[in-house]
């Protein structure tokens, strides 16, 4: 029984194992990103967070971030509470349907991705300067395609 799924874990036809290893190359990536946040004491999930509402316009409703960072609704709230207490969003009802909640990123927050993406940026293109303009050209054309529905 283990030599079948030895097998099976390791003879994959090519598109399954061009699947496995981007999934590869993706952690290792954003664990480059992660270490910077960890190193400066902040939270690379907040972050994302901050930088989902900023590009964004500054603010949102939480069912679309939820959708946008890949949580459920039910979770949304329990990710946006230490962002609220530590004074990096903001709640506010929304104006034209009361039932509803915006999230908008405070000054703090916005002062805090100002200090911090440069540098978090930095460290993730060092990384990704191991391919030259052509390649990354290549890449993103490539990363687009799959990324079609």
């Known amino acids: 029984m283990m030599k079948d799924l030895q097998k099976l874990v390791l003879e994959q036809p090519l598109p399954t194992e061009a699947f496995f290893t981007l999934v590869e190359v993706t952690a290792n ?18 972050i994302r967070i901050l930088v989902e509402i900023a590009k964004h316009g500054g603010s ?10 890949g ?11 230490p962002l609220e207490k530590e004074g ?18 405070t000054g703090r927050g916005q002062s805090l991705l100002l200090e911090h993406l ?12 191991r391919l030259d303009e ?16």
Do not use: C, F
């Open 118 to 129: 440069p540098h978090n940026r930095q460290a993730v293109a060092e990384r990704m300067n």
């Open 88 to 105: 990096y969003i903001a709640r506010a009802g929304h104006a034209e349907d009361g039932r509803k909640t915006v999230i908008s990123i």
């Open 29 to 46: 990536a954003v664990a480059v990103s992660e270490r910077y946040w960890l190193i400066h004491g902040l939270n690379g999930a907040r």
């Open 134 to 149: 052509q390649e990354l050209h290549q890449l993103m054309s490539l990363l687009h395609k799959l990324n079609r529905s």
């Open 71 to 81: 949580v459920t609704k039910a979770n949304i709230s329990l990710l946006l509470s």
């Open 60 to 69: 949102m409703l939480p069912s679309m971030l939820a959708e946008k960072i």
